[in-house]
């Protein structure tokens, strides 16, 4: 590997303008991360409540994941529209159309309780919260250079993270003592109530398209655009989605399916088990800034992108996989618990490294769009997972066997993600083969 190898490209980062305080920038991605909190929240909610809305409604496990696997068509469908936001509204209304939407989709299940009320209105906060990742991604990358976006992107990621461990608990609490209808009103006033602070304190940042044009001096050239192929074909980009495919596959499975396991397959009380629904996620939280942290350190140092970027997520995306391989063979509900709970940490460190990786390899005016477009390949995972682990639960002999068995199923689909990753990311060489330039010798 030759040094320039080992250094992040350099033609991305325009010095930073004075004034520019790093604690402003972390204030910004916060709020941002707060944004992608309500978020999770809206997902983690059905999961949280789908037993007892199941009871209410009289629904079987295949129905409840065909809703999940609905609501993640949609959103599928949704994140490729990112890109177009992105062209037509500014970040600031562009956030606030969505996080609107995301409020008003909570509403009519608590007036009218139907499946077929339920099975839309998951669908309409799909569609309205597909490009949400994309943006946010790109709102925070405006605040942070290329070779320092690791630990941002493991702050979006942890977004989940967050609100599996507080949120959840709460919205559990509430739907034991208020019902789940109290839980979705108590979501629609949290989208609400961050709008308003949004658009009192957002602009973009020194790292954004718009703010390197107003700093650039005159006559010097804008970053070109290059074309979407480019950048769609590169390794990087294919073979981070395999990865990436197969984690939120399990990721789905995780929202959906992991209360009803703790409490339908392994016998926890409800409560319990909404409150246990934040064990992986406090092991991903650990994963997550450690990889990112360390990561983003190394890169300023000059470290490969290709190892931090590209061999460690991959490694990590294998290590999960491996774990929850095993899980059939395990009859101690404790035990069950502390695996499934490491080896989704374990896996999440590819979504913040994939996603900083991508963002080295695109112009600064299309990264939203790029983004987009691999946040809604991902998604199709899923449109499938949920539907297929109800599928599973129901003719599985028992429901402890057959969560189980599906959890196992995402295990061996993360081993061949993992495998394909580690053979094909490699920002560095993609960011130059983007840009036209030849591969470096040696």
């Known amino acids: 590997m030759t040094a320039s190898e080992l250094a992040p490209p350099s033609t991305t980062a325009p010095p930073r303008p004075g ?31 789908a037993q007892p ?50 409020a008003a989709s909570m509403l009519p299940l608590v007036v009218v309780a139907s499946f077929a009320i339920l099975l839309v209105s998951r669908m309409v906060l799909g569609l309205a919260e597909g490009p949400s990742g994309a943006l946010v991604h790109a709102g925070v990358y405006t605040w942070h250079p290329p070779e320092k976006r690791g630990l941002p992107s493991a702050c979006i990621t942890a977004a989940a993270s967050i609100a599996k461990i507080l949120i ?13 209808r109290a839980a979705f009103l108590t979501l629609a006033v949290a989208g609400v109530a961050w709008c308003a ?3 009192l304190t957002w602009r973009d940042g020194p790292y954004g398209e718009r703010s390197r044009k107003a700093a650039a001096a005159p006559g010097e050239a804008e970053t070109p655009r290059v074309p979407w192929s480019a950048i769609f074909r590169t390794p990087t980009f294919l073979g981070g989605t395999v990865a990436i495919f197969a984690m939120y596959s ?13 409490e339908v397959g392994l016998g926890y009380s409800r409560v319990q088990a909404g409150v246990m629904f934040g064990f992986p996620s406090i092991a991903g939280l650990v994963f ?17 992108s290709r190892v931090l970027r590209g061999v460690v997520p991959s490694i990590g995306l294998l290590l999960c996989g491996l774990t929850l391989v ?11 618990v502390v695996v499934v709970s490491v080896g989704y940490g374990i896996g999440t460190i590819v979504f913040p490294l994939f996603n900083a990786g991508l963002s080295e390899i695109c112009p600064p005016k299309q990264i939203a769009g790029a983004l987009g477009v691999f946040l809604g390949i991902m998604s199709v995972g899923g449109v499938i997972a949920p539907y297929l682990t109800g599928v ?11 969560y189980a068995l599906a959890f196992q199923v995402f295990g061996i689909a993360a081993v061949v993600g993992g495998v394909v990753a580690l053979l094909t990311v490699n920002p560095v060489r993609d960011a130059r083969r983007v840009r036209g330039e030849q591969p470096a010798a040696g």
């Not at 305080?21 to 949280?48: C, E, M, P, Q």
């Not at 399990?250 to 703790?262: A, K, R």
């Not at 095993?326 to 069950?336: E, F």
């Open 326 to 336: 095993t899980l059939p063979a395990i009859d101690v509900p404790l035990v069950a």
């Open 288 to 304: 997550l800034f450690l990889s990112t942290s360390i990561g983003d350190r190394l890169l300023v140092r000059g470290a490969s």
């Open 168 to 180: 959840a608990p709460a919205l559990a609490v509430v739907v034991a003592i208020w019902g789940w």
């Open 19 to 49: 004034g520019e305080s790093r604690g402003k920038a972390w204030g910004f991605t916060g709020l941002l991360v707060l944004l992608y909190v309500i978020n999770w929240g809206d997902k983690a909610i059905f999961g949280l409540v």
């Open 53 to 102: 809305l199941g009871e209410e409604l009289g629904l079987s496990a295949s129905q409840i994941g065909l809703v999940g696997s609905a609501f993640f068509l949609t959103f599928t469908v949704g994140g490729f529209f990112a890109g177009l936001l992105d062209k037509w509204l500014t970040l600031r209304w562009s956030l606030v159309v969505l996080a609107l939407a995301w």
């Open 250 to 262: 399990l990721v789905t499975v995780v929202l959906t399916w992991l209360p009803s396991y703790f």
């Open 197 to 199: 602070v949004w658009l």
């Open 392 to 402: 599973i639960v129901d003719r599985a002999a028992d429901p402890a066997a057959g």
